[in-house]
Each structure stands twice: as structure tokens, then as C-alpha cells.
């Protein structure tokens, strides 16, 4: 007799992975600013909206990665006041093209790079947009309030566990 797992027989399995992701997206996010206060570390740093739309990039439908791209920053902003608005776009800008990247790498390249190629591509956008947003006036915030290094370490940790999870298994 034929034993069915529980992870087989779920017909609902991928639509019940993105609603776990988004509650979890949703409630780090709005945990984040009070846990960072309260711990006296920068959790911003790790970059929390772009680790979830990361994890529905591998984890569930492709849509779920483009929605947390654009509700992720404006659910921060309506409870926690930050990112300025200005800011909230772009980040919402580089979370997409991050998005958008990764997929249109994906096919292409391998799962470390593709991951690695979304997020530089989508940093030096975001980069050149925030560039012309300071640069305008409209905006008097630093260049780089992460530091360039801590950045390189979380994107090439975003890229190996893209590796990790989505690399062909050996037969």
C-alpha cells in the first residue's frame, strides 16, 4: 500500500505557503522598528523587506514575490512612519526590479548568480534614483546609510541560499 505524505496529498500546499509567508512578512515587518529598539541592534541593516520577498521569490508564486514588493514599504510606512514617502517608492522601485530581475535571470543563469546579478541590478537603480532624489532636494538623507560591505554580505547570503534552494539535484 502507497503511503501519501501530507506535503503530496495538500492540493492547497502552494496557496497556504504564501499566505504563511505573507503574515510573516507582514508581522517582521511591523516588528522590526520595536525589536530594533528594544535590542539596540540595526535589524534594518539585513535588509528585512527584501529577506521576504526573497523567501516568496523562492518559496512561493512568483505573484507573491511582486506583491510584498509593493506592500511591504507602504505597510512599513503606515505603521511605522519610515521610510519617508520618497523613500518608500524607491524602495518599492528596487524591490520589484529585484523581482523582475531574479525572474528574468533565472532561466538564464545559474541560481546563485541570477540572485546575485538581481540584487546588484537592482542596488545600483535604486543607487542612481536615490542619486538624483538627494541630488534634487528632495530628500537630505545619506548616500549609503548601510554600509557598502554589510550589503555585499547580505546579498551574497541572499544569493547562496537561492543556490542552495533551487540548485539541481544530483542524480
Do not use: C
Request: aromatic share 16%; charged share 10%.
Amino acid at each position: 500500500m502507497k503511503s501519501q505524505t501530507f506535503y503530496i496529498s495538500f492540493p492547497y500546499r502552494n496557496a497556504l505557503v504564501s499566505l504563511v509567508l505573507d503574515i510573516a512578512a507582514i508581522t517582521f515587518v511591523f516588528f522590526v522598528p520595536a525589536l530594533s529598539h528594544l535590542t539596540g541592534l540595526p535589524l534594518y541593516l539585513v535588509e528585512p523587506m527584501r529577506i521576504m520577498v526573497i523567501l516568496a521569490l523562492l518559496h512561493s508564486h512568483k505573484y507573491n514575490a511582486w506583491a510584498l514588493a509593493l506592500i511591504l514599504p507602504a505597510f512599513s510606512f503606515f505603521v511605522s512612519g519610515h521610510p519617508y514617502p520618497i523613500k518608500m517608492v524607491l524602495i518599492t522601485v528596487e524591490l520589484i526590479l529585484n523581482v523582475a530581475f531574479f525572474q528574468m535571470f533565472r532561466r538564464k543563469l545559474a541560481p546563485f548568480v541570477s540572485m546575485f546579478t538581481a540584487i546588484i541590478g537592482s542596488k545600483v537603480i535604486y543607487y542612481l534614483l536615490k542619486y538624483v532624489v538627494v541630488s534634487a532636494g528632495l530628500l537630505q538623507i545619506e548616500m549609503f546609510a548601510t554600509p557598502v560591505y554589510i550589503q555585499l554580505i547580505t546579498t551574497l547570503i541572499f544569493s547562496g541560499y537561492a543556490f542552495i534552494i533551487l540548485k539541481p539535484a544530483k542524480r
